[in-house]
């Protein structure tokens, strides 16, 4: 066990390493690997909560916060896509108990149907005062040769046929 | 189009001061308002158990109008309320049941804190918080006003005031 020049002591440290090195890969396994959801649920019930709010929580879906009535929903979730609910059945769950609030993307009516139509309606004002602008400039443009009188016209006629231009 | 420049102020004036009327975003309204209150029955704590029965809840002809008071031993300001509460229900406990429900919460905890503040009035316990959910609660403490015929009249979301505690007695004592 000598040969290679390092003696025992040599393969006593390497073996060291090498138990480091496995005791660090052992501990990079135990850390969990983030964004992915925990087995007990299918990521079929993170999708659906994700389009639920936390009720307790600022700005974070029933998929991402961990306070518990946040595991509670996801658990409820599991249980009613395990009896055969659709998702828009599930949807309608939460809707009946904390009202529209609770989804991400309201539906579009009462008060938030403006919310959706006001983009459409703005792009529709913007149209028509563009189209308004090019009718008033087009009319500009065409405006002085209506406006010319026929004696005006006549003079320019003969101004123009007279002998210095002819030459 | 500017010609009609006192319209578009107008319009965008009345446009401000509508926004400005809507109510407080943080005011949280509850659906169940003027609806039946979802029915449930839940084991009581044990301290209650020998003079209500091993259950308790909200069912189909209730005997009196309910205050359903959402609580947990680790919230702050159902430690203020809990004092609060449990006067009243020593001052009308023949007109109205204070009724406690217990959420995510230890058992164990939760009975630390009844026996620390002395609370008579009837609390169940719900570890997970699914009857919360079933009444759509926000968090701890929520209170849902209920009256005799078993329907909700109010939701009052945080600590409850004094005052506001007897504007909701006087409301559903009518």
Partial sequence: MRGWGTGDRG?????????????????????????????????????????????VCQGESAAESNAGIAVEMRRIIAEQLAQGKTEAEIR????ERYGDWILYEPPAR??????????????????YGLWRYLARVRARVQAPIADVSEEEIARLEAELQTPERKS | MLRFWPIWVLLLGGLFYWGMQ??????????????????FSLPLLEPYRAQYGPEMGIGEG????????????????????????????QQYKDQVLILGVNVQDKEAEAL????QYGLT????YDGRGRIGIEYGYYGVPETFVIDRN??????????????QLKGYLRQVLQ
Wanted: net charge positive; charged share 15%; with cysteine.
């Fill in chain 1, 92 to 95: 309608q769950f939460f809707v």
């Fill in chain 1, 110 to 127: 009462g008060l938030t149907l403006w919310v959706w139509l006001s983009p459409l309606i703005g792009l529709g004002l913007l149209g």
């Fill in chain 2, 62 to 89: 209730l005997d009196k109008p309910v205050l359903l008071n959402i609580w947990a031993s680790w919230c702050i300001p159902c430690r203020t309320e809990a004092p609060l509460l449990e006067r009243f229900h």
């Fill in chain 2, 22 to 39: 809507r109510p407080n975003p943080n005011e949280l309204k509850s659906v169940l308002v003027g609806k039946p209150a979802p029915s």
């Fill in chain 2, 112 to 115: 630390k804190f009844v026996q």
């Fill in chain 1, 11 to 55: 393969v006593g440290l390497l073996a060291r390493f090498l138990a480091l090195g496995l005791w660090l890969w052992a501990l990079s396994l135990a850390q969990p690997t983030p964004n992915t959801p925990p087995p007990d649920f299918s990521p079929r019930v993170f999708e659906i909560a994700g389009e639920l709010r936390c009720p």
């Fill in chain 2, 150 to 163: 078993g329907t909700v009249l109010a939701r009052h979301a945080g600590e409850l005031s004094e005052a």
């Fill in chain 2, 121 to 124: 009035f009837p609390s169940v």
